[in-house]
């Protein structure tokens, strides 16, 4: 069980989009802790907030009003270069499409990160961590979309983060491949102990998080323990 202590906390947090004379109301009002270790599931359909959730979290964005605190700090009073550092420093990111280099062997493109981190794990052993050991020679255009998927994931913890945040990692997958990247998000997790996010319309990955935040038109609808925790090769889809 995670531990309870709030790594995380985004404090009565909305956003919104202005398209000329039209305001879009992406989040409204949101107040969310993540503990220290846990795996949460966001879970909501296209447009119900969770990316833009995410990516004020990840420090990718500022919110229109509210706060979110890490540390003791406000990522909402911060900088473009401050929470460049809180990006660089504490946050790794895994979206939909791998962003990989073509040119980049697997090994290189983890290497990108473990450059440029503080004290980061080596490139060897975060690709092990994923299963790819045996492909860390290999480019890009030599591993298939499930095996790109998981460098990306390697690559995202290879600097140690303190928080993996995963935007609909599955969602350019079948679900065969799918169940791989989520092992390696589910191993990362109990094996790091890295607080982990998962966004997700997909209502079957739910079962393998510790707690389902329910997201829609902007406001978290429902919080939810999960009781009966399942791996994800046991899941149905």
């Excluded at 004379?21 to 909501?44: F, M, P, T």
Aim: proline residues 4%.
């Amino acid at each position: 069980m995670a531990d309870q202590t709030p790594i995380l906390q985004a404090l009565n947090l909305s956003k919104a989009y202005h398209t000329g004379e039209l305001i879009v109301h992406a989040l409204s009002k949101v107040d969310l802790d993540l503990h220290a270790g846990e795996l949460v599931v966001l879970l909501g359909p296209s447009g119900s907030g969770k990316s833009t959730l995410l990516n004020i979290l990840g420090g990718l964005d500022h919110p229109s009003t509210g706060s979110v605190i890490f540390a003791g700090d406000d990522l909402a009073r911060m900088d473009d270069r401050e929470l460049t550092r809180y990006r660089r420093e504490n946050v790794g990111f895994v979206f939909q499409f791998y962003n990989l280099v073509a040119s980049l062997t697997a090994r290189e493109n983890v290497e990108v990160v473990t450059e440029i981190a503080s004290q980061p794990m080596p490139a060897n052993d975060a690709l092990n961590l994923v299963g790819l050991g045996e492909r860390k020679n290999h480019f890009p255009s030599e591993l298939s979309g499930g095996e790109q998927q998981r460098v990306a994931i390697a690559r995202a913890i290879a600097k140690r983060p303190k928080i993996l945040m995963c935007d609909e990692p599955t969602g350019a997958l079948d679900s065969k491949t799918g169940i791989l990247v989520l092992e390696a998000v589910s191993q990362t997790n109990r094996n790091l102990g890295t607080t982990t996010v998962v966004i997700t319309h997909n209502v079957a990955i739910a079962d393998m998080a510790d707690r389902v935040v329910v997201i829609g038109d902007g406001r978290i609808q429902e919080v939810r323990v999960v009781t009966d925790k399942k791996q994800p090769a046991d899941m149905s889809w």
